[in-house]
């Protein structure tokens, strides 16, 4: 049986899609929320983003920062990248890196808190220290 144009049916080509193009190219925003130790006064947010600026890596080189844009708004560093450019991850080893360095890792902790961003939190571990440190402490 021969085949004819007008009895095959061609899959029909779906059309291009913008908004999925438009995702694919957005700008992607990692942030750190430093408000809680900041506000305490043992994490400083304008060291930590010239930490970061000064240590962000692009192509394996230091002071590469094309396509970054690292912006702080109070106690919350945003950086804003292309797409492709850096993980999510390396935000967190910066981020803990300079917690490591000023001493307060032992402290705080580094938590997820959605798909972008990661907030710094005191460890729950450090008040149940404390608590039996002033129990040993008491004389009855």
């Given at each position: 049986?021969?085949f004819s144009?007008s009895?095959?049916?061609?899959?029909s080509?779906?059309?291009?899609?913008?908004?999925?193009?438009?995702?694919?190219?957005?700008?992607?925003?990692f942030?750190?929320?430093?408000?809680?130790?900041?506000?305490?006064?043992?994490f400083?947010t304008?060291?930590?983003?010239?930490?970061?600026?000064?240590?962000?890596?692009?192509?394996g080189?230091?002071?590469?920062?094309?396509?970054v844009?690292?912006v702080?708004n109070?106690?919350?560093?945003?950086?804003t990248?292309?797409?492709?450019?850096?993980?999510?991850r390396y935000?967190?080893y910066?981020?803990?890196k300079?917690?490591?360095?000023?001493?307060?890792?032992?402290?705080?902790?580094?938590i997820?808190?959605?798909?972008?961003a990661?907030?710094?939190?005191?460890?729950?571990?450090?008040?149940?220290?404390?608590?039996?440190e002033?129990?040993?402490?008491?004389?009855?």
């Amino acid at each position: 049986m021969p085949f004819s144009i007008s009895t095959l049916k061609l899959a029909s080509i779906p059309p291009l899609n913008s908004q999925k193009n438009q995702k694919k190219n957005a700008p992607v925003k990692f942030s750190v929320d430093c408000s809680k130790p900041a506000v305490d006064g043992i994490f400083d947010t304008a060291a930590f983003e010239k930490f970061v600026h000064d240590r962000f890596k692009v192509d394996g080189k230091t002071n590469n920062l094309s396509g970054v844009a690292i912006v702080r708004n109070g106690n919350t560093l945003t950086i804003t990248t292309v797409p492709n450019t850096m993980a999510k991850r390396y935000l967190k080893y910066l981020t803990k890196k300079y917690l490591k360095k000023t001493s307060v890792l032992d402290y705080v902790r580094v938590i997820a808190t959605s798909k972008s961003a990661y907030e710094i939190k005191y460890r729950a571990n450090n008040v149940e220290e404390e608590a039996e440190e002033d129990d040993e402490h008491q004389i009855f």
